[in-house]
Nanobody, 123 residues
Framework: QVQLVESGGGLVQAGGSLRLSCAASGRTFNTYAMGWFRQAPGKEREFVAHITWSGGTTYYADSVKGRFTISKDNAKNTVYLQMNSLKPEDTAVYYC????????????????WGQGTQVTVSS
């Protein structure tokens, strides 16, 4: 069982940066690969980034590649999403999730979710 709590969202101007954090409770956190998803109003939840349990391999959506970086600190039970060069189209609620099996690109491959944190990028 893993409980996830996101933080770090907020309002930022286009071109700015934010770092999201996702704190996990549970002794087995370091055995989980993790992902970040986002959901904009009226749209489906979409994949943003994924990191393997060791942190050695990462995957990104094309829309964020080169701007966002996912990282994982198993000693702190925390996964991060560094977001640079933010655009208005990045505005969404961002969720972290623990991967439980399947294709990492799909939300149904993640069995544990946080409550989300709002990111708003103004133009």
């Amino acid at each position: 069982q893993v409980q996830l709590v996101e933080s770090g969202g907020g309002l930022v101007q286009a071109g700015g940066s934010l770092r999201l954090s996702c704190a996990a409770s549970g002794r087995t956190f370091n055995t989980y690969a993790m992902g970040w998803f986002r959901q904009a109003p009226g749209k489906e939840r979409e994949f943003v980034a994924h990191i393997t349990w060791s942190g050695g391999t990462t995957y990104y959506a094309d829309s964020v590649k080169g701007r966002f970086t996912i990282s994982k600190d198993n000693a702190k039970n925390t996964v991060y999403l560094q977001m640079n060069s933010l655009k208005p189209e990045d505005t969404a609620v961002y969720y972290c999730a623990a991967y439980t099996g399947g294709n990492y690109y799909y939300a149904n491959s993640y069995g544990y979710w946080g409550q989300g944190t709002q990111v708003t990028v103004s133009s």
